[in-house]
């Protein structure tokens, strides 16, 4: 009996020795399961808020048209002997474009020139007789029939001097029409007809289009919620607005130019209000026809804040950017965005001059998410990097 009692006890004391070691192995592993060690800080490219005077735009789309364009026409009919231009050149106005036959109107002047020499030598000769039947009419040896018959007769002739005139002078207008010139200067397009073909003014294309490219116009819409904005600029400056034309991806800057009118009537179909500009196109960066974004300049804003734009993000409540807090946590700042232009947003509320945002690397981040700042090189890497990993909106 005191033997079963011996191994019980004995028992027992390894149990609880048993025990004791387990728990001074496991408690602490699960202390260490339980407390992770923090993540590491997330690399980001951060900006610092600007405060300067920023130019606020009106935004809007617009197609180029030629400041002139003349179709270059046939005024008489006629078989083209000579084609004077090279599809795409340059002209003056005046040069010559193409020649029509010009001999059928070169003989009929010399048909009324040879009227006119015949009815002046008989002109000259009903004179010479008028002079004499005077004389004889003076000494009544002529009837005054006779003298009045003659002096009807000379009035005749001279009319028909001055019928003959006219008709040279039509004829010399049909003779220069042979000559086909540019109306105004600018550059041709491609040609209509060839030559050995007979043209008339009934021809439909014409011989060619002369497009005039300098200067040369656009003509832009914007809401008609602008409109007394505009105006109100318009009396303060008693100037013409700058417009600013910028290809269709808004990347490369194509002319400044200014605005010559605001059209006298509202699109109801669309609500919105045409507008003209006109710019000096020298370098030809603008064409007819082509589809430009217009900026009309209507106001400065004076110590205005501004960020990058890809500091500015879209959620559910609308824009809002990361700040870097002073202890290298971020926070998000619901903000409010004039515009976005050049590739800077122009902030009306929610931060503050020279505070610390994010520039790159926000799709990485969450509210108190700690972040290491990036410099130079590494930070160029990493804003290459997000653009490559950044979701697809």
Known sequence: ??????????????????????????????KAVAAPAPPPPVPVVAGLVAQHDVPIYLNGVGTVIAYNTDVVRAQIQGQITSINFTEGQAVHAGDLLAQIDPRPYQALIEQYTGNLERDQAQLT???????????LGDKGWATPQLIETQKAQVGQLQAA????????????????????????????GIRQIDVGNIISPSTTNGLVVVTQLDPISLIFTLPETVL?????????????????????????????????????????TTGSIQLKANFPNKSRALWPGELVNAR???????????????????????????????????????????????????????????????????YKLQPGTHVTILHGKAAEEAAAQDAMQAPIP
Request: charged share 15%; hydrophobic share 45%.
């Open 1 to 30: 009996m005191k033997k079963a009692v011996v191994v019980s006890a004995s028992l027992l004391a390894a149990v609880v020795a048993g025990g004791l070691l387990y728990s001074s192995h496991v408690s602490p592993l699960r």
């Open 125 to 135: 000769n009903a004179r010479a007789n008028l002079t004499r039947y005077s004389q």
């Open 161 to 188: 001097i001055k019928t003959d005139k006219a008709l040279i002078d039509a004829a010399n207008v049909q003779l220069s029409y042979t000559r086909l010139t540019s109306p105004i200067e600018g550059v041709v």
């Open 228 to 268: 007394p904005q505009i105006q109100r600029r318009q009396q303060e400056t008693k100037a013409p607005l700058p417009v600013l034309a910028y290809s269709q991806d808004n990347t490369i800057r194509l002319a400044d130019g200014q605005l010559a009118l605001v059209n006298n009537e509202i699109l109801q």
């Open 296 to 362: 009309l300049l209507v106001d400065l804003r004076h110590n205005g804040l501004t960020v990058p734009a890809s500091v500015v993000q879209q959620g559910p409540n609308g824009a809002y950017a990361y700040v870097i807090d002073p202890d290298n946590t971020v926070s998000v700042r619901q903000i409010k965005v004039a515009q976005i232009a050049d590739g800077q947003a122009l902030i009306d509320a929610g931060l503050k001059a020279n505070e610390q945002v994010v520039v790159d690397g926000q």
